[in-house]
């Protein structure tokens, strides 16, 4: 299996799904970029999108359209304005016409050139997507189809989900390699993934890349704190954390994240509160992925409260003297316990249900937070199993296909798990464990090629089904 970074796991962009929204962007703009490398340019005319399985039963629940235009664009998901998010593709739809990968205006008109699939599915995964452009006489030029395999990552029919060949002095696929490694070494995890990291970046970048991904999981909390109102989509759904920030208040002034965080780090809370604090930042996050908010995928955008909720614990509530470094080693573990999730399994809930979003995010934050307190990296991947074991079979069906109901709520309970996790870890000797995490790992995508495809993020049954809501049509 090629290599995966912390970086492949750790993604800066806009919500609300990492598969149904960052995949599709991802895959749009490299349309683009196949537009010009072929010299199509100048006869292109006007494009039709083709969505399958589940992108097309609940691609408008989780702005696949949005995505795919701004992608169409050349907009960028790490550096686009958040306000622009739907302001371009409502201008799209009201005149008809897109500014092509930002050099040429062709006729698009949303209505007719989006086409949802949604009794089909294309083979190689549920997420399949299918781009073609056509000249001013209607001749096809060219056509490519795409996956979005969960987690940002974007696989192009006929190629394998590898990137460019890359040799590391620690490869991982299993859990139980990265313990050998080190015991062999007498390292800690993290330092077995800064090493590897080192063979893709320099140190200054490491350090950098994962001190801004750890900034915007602050920022988009403090925002989710900060902000009232409905969520768009058409469920009326309110948000919750600005409410519980609000009785939670912390008494001190600040104006902006920093401030705020260093009032928290500052505070002291009873036990009761902490819990509520964990849920306010969890739900934070995912009020804003769900209102097309920048996020990080950890490892996706339907699981992205989890880790900065975990991570945020560590700092205000661990008793802790939290620095820099200790955030960067946090993302360094659960990265890597990602990547071995993603190898061994699934991090889509379109092939293996929610376990493999909040369980996969829930055993990444016990890992790292484990790690954290000073626990071994035995007890760090124990800490990883029992978190996925207590997700195993869940299942993704989200109500009217936004990730509101129960998405926002349940990365809250996988950030509770993933403490309790990391808690009994500490406490635990590795070495008399009956359930290693690889076995672990296996079991969940064992389960998820027996769940029915239905609870596989297609809104066709569980809450979905039996809380029926009016929602536009795709």
């Excluded at 969940?444 to 009016?470: F, R, V």
């Amino acid at each position: 299996m090629e290599p995966i970074s912390v970086f492949d796991m750790l993604k800066i962009g806009i919500g609300p799904s990492s598969s149904h929204t960052l995949g599709p962007w991802r895959a749009a703009e490299r349309f683009c970029q196949e537009i010009q490398a072929a010299d199509l340019m100048e006869q292109l005319h006007h494009i039709a999108v083709h969505l399958y399985g589940s992108l097309a039963l609940t691609g408008k629940g989780h702005g696949t359209d949005i995505a795919i235009l701004l992608g169409l664009c050349g907009q960028d998901p790490e550096t686009i304005p958040p306000q622009e998010v739907t302001a371009i593709p409502s201008q799209i739809t009201r005149i008809g016409q897109l500014h092509f990968a930002g050099s040429k205006t062709i006729e698009f008109i949303p209505q007719k050139d989006f086409v949802y699939h949604k009794d089909k599915c294309l083979p190689f995964h549920a997420n399949g997507m299918q781009l073609q452009c056509y000249d001013e006489s209607g001749h096809l030029l060219y056509e490519a189809t795409y996956y979005s395999i969960g987690g940002g990552f974007v696989v192009k029919e006929g190629e394998s989900d590898s990137r460019v060949e890359h040799s590391l002095p620690y490869p991982i696929n299993l859990a139980r390699e990265l313990e050998i490694y080190c015991q062999k070494q007498g390292k800690y995890i993290w330092e077995i993934v800064w090493e590897n990291e080192k063979t893709w970046r320099s140190e200054a970048a490491i350090r950098s890349g994962l001190l801004r991904i750890w900034r915007v999981m602050r920022d988009c909390m403090y925002q989710g704190c900060h902000s009232e109102g409905i969520l768009p989509g058409g469920l009326n759904v309110s948000r919750r954390a600005s409410a519980i920030y609000q009785k939670l208040l912390i008494k001190g002034h600040y104006t902006n994240a920093e401030e705020w965080l260093q009032l928290l780090i500052k505070s002291d809370f009873e036990f009761s509160k902490v819990l509520k604090w964990i849920g306010c930042f969890a739900m934070a996050v995912n009020e804003e992925n769900a209102n097309f908010g920048r996020v990080v995928t950890a490892p996706t955008n339907g699981a992205a409260g989890v880790i900065p909720a975990v991570l945020m614990y560590y700092l205000c509530f661990s008793g802790k003297n939290v620095n820099d470094d200790d955030i960067i080693r946090f993302l360094m573990v659960a990265g890597e316990i990602g990547s071995i999730f993603k190898k061994g399994a699934t991090i889509s809930a379109a092939m293996g249900g929610c376990q493999a979003e909040i369980g996969v995010s829930s055993a990444m934050a016990a890992a790292a937070l484990t790690e954290g307190l000073g626990g071994s990296p035995g007890q760090a991947l124990m800490a990883a199993e029992i978190a996925m074991e207590h997700h195993l079979g869940l299942t993704c069906d989200p109500i009217g296909g936004l990730v509101q109901i129960p998405c926002i709520e349940r990365n809250s309970m996988g950030a509770i798990k993933a403490i309790t996790a990391a808690n009994i870890a500490l406490d635990g000797e590795p070495e008399k464990a009956k359930v290693p995490l690889d076995q672990v790992i296996k079991t969940m995508w064992d389960t998820a090629q027996d769940m029915n495809t239905k609870y596989k993020e297609t809104s066709l049954g569980g809450l979905a089904a039996n809380i029926p809501i009016l929602l536009p049509e795709c």
